[in-house]
């Protein structure tokens, strides 16, 4: 399996468990290589990408940027495929608990595509 084929596979998991998948499309790439993803339930928003091997997962949060706690935290790497759940999702929608209320989140993926720097850089945005 590629990097591709372990991104498609996760997302058609995540999308069977309920959830959306989007990838932004920049203008100085302009392709399909769908190496990442933002899963959403329309409010909350974690992140997945794929190891550089194409093997496996990894899942983080996703918050507002900040010096001090950067994008998002991990939540779990070395993920194969079928251990994807609504656990896992779920996990990565919340963060660590010390960072419930120093760390702001986005109000929804509308404010997400709009206030995030990768929605400031996005040309388009690819719902897989």
Known sequence: MNVRQNVAEGVNIIKSLGYDCYFPVFSSSRNDEVTYCYFTDGTKIGYMQSDVYGITLEFSTVHKPNKHNGTGFEVATRVV???INKELIE???KGPEWADK???KYKSWIDYEIN???GQLCDD????
């Open 102 to 104: 120093s760390v702001p």
């Open 91 to 93: 996990k990565c929608f």
């Open 125 to 128: 945005w690819i719902k897989l």
């Open 116 to 118: 995030s720097l990768t």
């Open 81 to 83: 495929n079928e251990d």
